[in-house]
T-cell receptor, first 114, second 113 residues
Framework: EAGVVQSPRYKIIEKKQPVAFWCNPI?????LYWYRQNLGQGPELLIR????????DSQLPKDRFSAERLKGVDSTLKIQPAELGDSAVYLC????????????FGPGTRLTVL | AQTVTQSQPEMSVQEAETVTLSCTYD???????LFWYKQPPSRQMILVIR??????QNATENRFSVNFQKAAKSFSLKISDSQLGDAAMYFC??????????FGAGTRLTVKP
């Protein structure tokens, strides 16, 4: 069974440029999560999807961040414009949606904003 | 708000020895789940072990076991017979119901040959 797939693995951009990250969850997983992990810290949730609906986006900086999961499968997270403080690893995770279920993580995208 | 604290930023262990990583959490919930995730340098977070709060028996997965003390809100991870491949960042995490999963700041484990 394929795991959570993310691309790209690395991205270097200059500040004020846009950037997008893509995630494909484990097949059959209805719940998808985007996390941001700053250096030396644990992941922090940005947004959670149940199928195509964003059910928790309270931690998403909506002035510059957006996300979509149009068909309830893969998802895109976008930052526009990027700021220096956005440098971090962006992790995607998925689960079956049950409260008892484990979240499975992708390898992440390391973003560097210069 | 629920918080997870890992008080050991770094730990080291000799190969084949045993090491215990500490985790405490704060919650007013009675039903919740606790996790230990491993994150090697490749960055992929891998589930090591999970514990349901309603279960009194400590979870065990091969060389990994936990000491879950619900009253003390403590959830430590014991790694027995440490191997070089165990070197990684270890994150303790908490989740209740449909709420966010909260992670600690992590403990970097070094395994010395």
């Amino acid at each position: 069974e394929a795991g959570v797939v993310q691309s790209p693995r690395y991205k270097i951009i200059e500040k004020k440029q846009p950037v997008a990250f893509w995630c494909n969850p484990i097949s059959g997983h209805n719940t998808l999560y985007w996390y941001r992990q700053n250096l030396g810290q644990g992941p922090e949730l940005l947004i959670r999807y149940e199928n195509e609906e964003a059910v928790d986006d309270s931690q998403l900086p909506k002035d510059r961040f957006s996300a979509e999961r149009l068909k309830g499968v893969d998802s895109t997270l976008k930052i526009q414009p990027a700021e220096l403080g956005d440098s971090a690893v962006y992790l995607c995770a998925s689960s079956s949606g049950q409260t008892t279920d484990t979240q499975y993580f992708g390898p992440g995208t390391r973003l560097t904003v210069l | 708000a629920q918080t997870v604290t890992q008080s050991q930023p770094e730990m080291s262990v000799q190969e084949a020895e045993t090491v215990t990583l500490s985790c405490t959490y704060d919650t007013s919930e009675s039903d919740y789940y606790l996790f230990w995730y491993k994150q090697p340098p490749s960055r992929q977070m891998i589930l090591v072990i999970r514990q349901e709060a309603y279960k009194q028996q400590n979870a065990t997965e091969n060389r990994f076991s936990v000491n879950f003390q619900k009253a003390a809100k403590s959830f430590s991870l014991k790694i027995s017979d440490s191997q070089l491949g165990d070197a990684a960042m270890y994150f303790c995490a908490y989740r209740s119901g449909y709420n966010d999963m909260r992670f600690g700041a992590g403990t970097r484990l070094t395994v010395k040959p």
